[in-house]
């Protein structure tokens, strides 16, 4: 299915088709259904279908599936869930960009914890590149999507066969029965999802483990030495807190939404290298965190954020005055946050940090209960 031009995904349809004609026992037909442009809350399956592939365009108005400013399909996906089972829906984002993998890894991980809930409604979730011709998709997504056909064939259907389309339907004597209201329910409380690689992807249940959000647009790696140094203070301290790793949207940071999970228990640390746009967190012309600040600061209140600026040259007299100027010009960090520093690299066992006028970072952890 797609709300995009049905040509954009004419090249994903025929490999479909060649694959049907390969595996007949596997798909009994592929049909490709418009979706409506705007009004998609409304939308409801009208046919008999047994898998739904959901296919949305970059180009058509932008990368927002679910959960983000302006995404699409949250009603849609709510609605395709309870009709179809997580087990029978995969969404398809393309139109990206040929990258690199460390590239293509890192979107995907963005979107992963950016618009969870796709990950939540969808069995399978990939990206990709243009599809109106030869599909651009990897060898391992094209091998996790007939993985997933396959094992949704030989699956009983939440509710009768009602699917949707850009799609293969599944020949099986099962798709034709009906489940009663209790095994629906039972299928619809699965919130554990697949990854475009095959591993797997969900929402841990049960009490809530507080946890350190060390946030970055920049790469994991940049931060890995600060992640060991916080496991140590944390280890110290005895403290239950874990650490977790948010890949922040290089560009519109504030489109960015934590997890349903998070509470007022956890904490955060934006860090921000000065090698990615300079150091213009706030106020500044060109500032990047202004309203994601303030939404971490509604999420998590001040005593629990921090913000270190880093990939500076470690000489604490250069240092001193880089922080005084991001103090005197960018005050509303430090309204924000509680602990500011900045800092050489974080991607090292020996990580420096300088503090003036604010918290510390071990009284930060420290005081995290």
Same mark, same amino acid.
């Given at each position: 299915m797609t709300s995009w031009h049905l040509s954009s995904v004419e090249g #994903?349809?025929?490999? #479909?088709?060649? #694959?049907?004609?390969a595996r007949s026992d596997l798909i009994e037909a592929v049909k490709v259904l418009s979706l409506p442009f705007s009004g998609l809350q409304r939308f409801t399956f009208t046919e008999d279908v047994d898998i739904m592939v959901l296919c949305h365009s970059i180009v058509n108005r932008r990368f927002g599936i679910t959960n983000v400013t302006d995404s699409l399909y949250d009603e849609f996906l709510?609605?395709?869930?309870?009709?179809?089972?997580?087990?029978?829906? %995969?969404?398809?984002?393309?139109?990206?960009?040929? @990258?690199?993998? @460390?590239?293509?890894? %890192?979107?995907?991980?963005?979107?992963?914890? &950016?618009?969870?809930?796709?990950? @939540?409604k969808a069995g399978l979730v990939m990206i990709c590149g243009m599809m109106d011709k030869t599909p651009e998709i990897?060898?391992?997504?094209?091998?996790? #999507?007939?993985?997933f056909l396959e094992d949704a064939s030989k699956s009983?259907?939440?509710?009768?066969?009602?699917?949707? &389309?850009?799609?293969?339907?599944?020949?099986?004597?099962?798709?034709?029965?009906?489940?009663?209201?209790s095994e629906k329910d039972k299928k619809g409380m699965n919130i554990?999802? $697949?990854?475009?690689?095959?591993?797997? %992807?969900?929402? %841990? $249940?049960?009490?809530?483990?507080?946890?350190?959000?060390i946030c970055t647009s920049w790469g994991l790696d940049s931060v890995k030495g600060l992640k060991e140094k916080l496991q140590t203070l944390l280890k110290q301290s005895f403290s239950r807190y874990e650490i977790k790793e948010q890949v922040l949207p290089y560009s519109r940071p504030e489109d960015f939404k934590f997890p349903p999970e998070v509470d007022k228990t956890d904490a955060m640390i934006l860090c921000h290298s000065v090698q990615n746009r300079g150091f213009s967190i706030t106020d500044v012309q060109n500032s990047i965190y202004d309203e994601f600040l303030k939404y971490c600061n509604r999420v998590f209140g001040r005593s629990r954020m921090a913000v270190i600026v880093h990939d500076f040259e470690y000489k604490p007299e250069i240092l001193k005055?880089?922080? @005084?100027?991001?103090?005197?010009?960018?005050?509303?960090?430090?309204e924000l946050a509680d602990c500011v520093a900045v800092a050489g690299r974080l991607n090292v066992p020996d990580v420096q940090l300088f503090h003036d006028k604010s918290t510390s970072l071990e009284t930060f952890v420290r005081r995290l209960r």
């Open positions: #994903l349809k025929k490999k #479909l088709m060649t #694959l049907q004609r709510d609605y395709c869930n309870k009709t179809l089972g997580k087990e029978r829906i %995969v969404v398809i984002a393309h139109d990206f960009r040929q @990258e690199k993998n @460390e590239v293509r890894a %890192v979107t995907m991980n963005t979107f992963k914890h &950016t618009q969870w809930s796709t990950f @939540e990897q060898e391992k997504d094209w091998k996790s #999507l007939v993985k009983t259907p939440t509710i009768a066969d009602i699917s949707q &389309t850009t799609l293969p339907k599944i020949n099986t004597s099962d798709t034709k029965q009906k489940l009663n209201k554990f999802g $697949t990854t475009s690689s095959g591993g797997p %992807v969900g929402m %841990v $249940t049960g009490s809530h483990k507080p946890a350190i959000y005055i880089q922080l @005084e100027t991001i103090h005197r010009t960018q005050p509303t960090t430090y």
